[in-house]
């Protein structure tokens, strides 16, 4: 940036970060490492609702630490009033793998209300391996 303004620059001048092939140790360890500080919360859900994986902000937001979540069902913290829809939800994703969005009240630990907006993604391959570490 010169003067305030942004100033461009051709491929020569920008610094070379060679990429990672998705099944690299060190590309699994930089995806682990994005989806574990995230600032917004993320969680790895299974077809049958139960957190196979959550990053720290996923575990701040709930109140809870992030390996009290592993294996637990996702709707405990789900309202009495929004499981219908994350049940309706995560079958839909699942049988049309349309990307469906849809807004939900949790619970934390202490029972407050949080309001969420779901945003599925499907994990690929190279996502589902970066998780072992």
Known sequence: MKNGKCTPHSDAQAPKHPEA??????????????????????FAISRAGVILE???????LL??????????????FISPESKRIFQLHRLGLFDTRTKQICDLKLLDHH???????????????????????
């Open 21 to 42: 092939p998705p099944n690299s140790i060190s590309f699994r360890r930089r995806y682990a490492d994005f989806f574990q500080f995230a600032p917004v919360g993320y």
């Open 54 to 60: 959550a990053n720290s902000s996923g575990a701040l």
């Open 63 to 76: 109140g809870t630490d992030r390996n009290g979540l592993l294996n637990q069902p996702f709707s405990q």
């Open 111 to 133: 029972e407050n209300p949080i309001w969420v907006q779901l945003e599925p993604a499907k994990a690929t391959r190279a996502i589902q391996n970066s998780f072992s570490r």
